[in-house]
T-cell receptor, first 114, second 114 residues
Framework: KAGVTQTPRYLIKTRGQQVTLSCSPISGHRSVSWYQQTPGQGLQFLFEYFSETQRNKGNFPGRFSGRQFSNSRSEMNVSTLELGDSALYLC?????????????FGEGSRLTVL | AQTVTQSQPEMSVQEAETVTLSCTYDTSESDYYLFWYKQPPSRQMILVIRQEAYKQQNATENRFSVNFQKAAKSFSLKISDSQLGDAAMYFCAYGAGANSKLTFGKGITLSVRP
């Protein structure tokens, strides 16, 4: 069974641009979560989607948004990029919501903002 | 708000020896889960072990075991017979029962000396 797949793996943008990151969960998984990982702040929860609905949202500005499609694939978008948005963005999937099921992570999309 | 604290940024262990990684957390919830995740360099994060708060028995997974002290809100990971492949960053994480969001500690970098 294929794992969580994130694309692109690496990308470079300049301030003010926008970026879209994609995540394909493990087949059958309906919950997709996004995390931002930086050396200074560590891992921070962005949001979670389940059955195309945002179930939970972290403490990030409105420039960060996401969505989930009917096939459970998810995208996150960051508009008006700032230098501080440089980070590893991790996507994770699980079968359902809550913490009873194991969370599986992708390898991440590393975003550099110049 | 829930917090997770990993006070040691780095640790080193001799191959075949035992090492303990510390973690404390703060919560007012009664239903929650605790996790240890491993993130090898440039590779995806994987679950090492999980503990349900309502279970008094400490979780074990082969060479990995936890010491869960609920009253003290402490959750340490013991790695026995350390192997070179155990070298990675280890994150302690907390998740409330019905809430899919995970709160992570800052992580600890574990190196294994041959």
């Amino acid at each position: 069974k294929a794992g969580v797949t994130q694309t692109p793996r690496y990308l470079i943008k300049t301030r003010g641009q926008q970026v879209t990151l994609s995540c394909s969960p493990i087949s059958g998984h309906r919950s997709v979560s996004w995390y931002q990982q930086t050396p200074g702040q560590g891992l921070q929860f962005l949001f979670e989607y389940f059955s195309e609905t945002q179930r939970n949202k972290g403490n990030f500005p409105g420039r960060f948004s996401g969505r989930q499609f009917s096939n459970s694939r998810s995208e996150m978008n960051v508009s008006t990029l700032e230098l501080g948005d440089s980070a590893l963005y991790l996507c994770a999937s699980r079968l359902g919501t809550g913490n009873t099921g194991e969370l599986f992570f992708g390898e991440g999309s590393r975003l550099t903002v110049l | 708000a829930q917090t997770v604290t990993q006070s040691q940024p780095e640790m080193s262990v001799q191959e075949a020896e035992t090492v303990t990684l510390s973690c404390t957390y703060d919560t007012s919830e009664s239903d929650y889960y605790l996790f240890w995740y491993k993130q090898p360099p440039s590779r995806q994060m994987i679950l090492v072990i999980r503990q349900e708060a309502y279970k008094q028995q400490n979780a074990t997974e082969n060479r990995f075991s936890v010491n869960f002290q609920k009253a003290a809100k402490s959750f340490s990971l013991k790695i026995s017979d350390s192997q070179l492949g155990d070298a990675a960053m280890y994150f302690c994480a907390y998740g409330a029962g019905a809430n899919s969001k995970l709160t992570f500690g800052k992580g600890i970098t574990l190196s294994v000396r041959p």
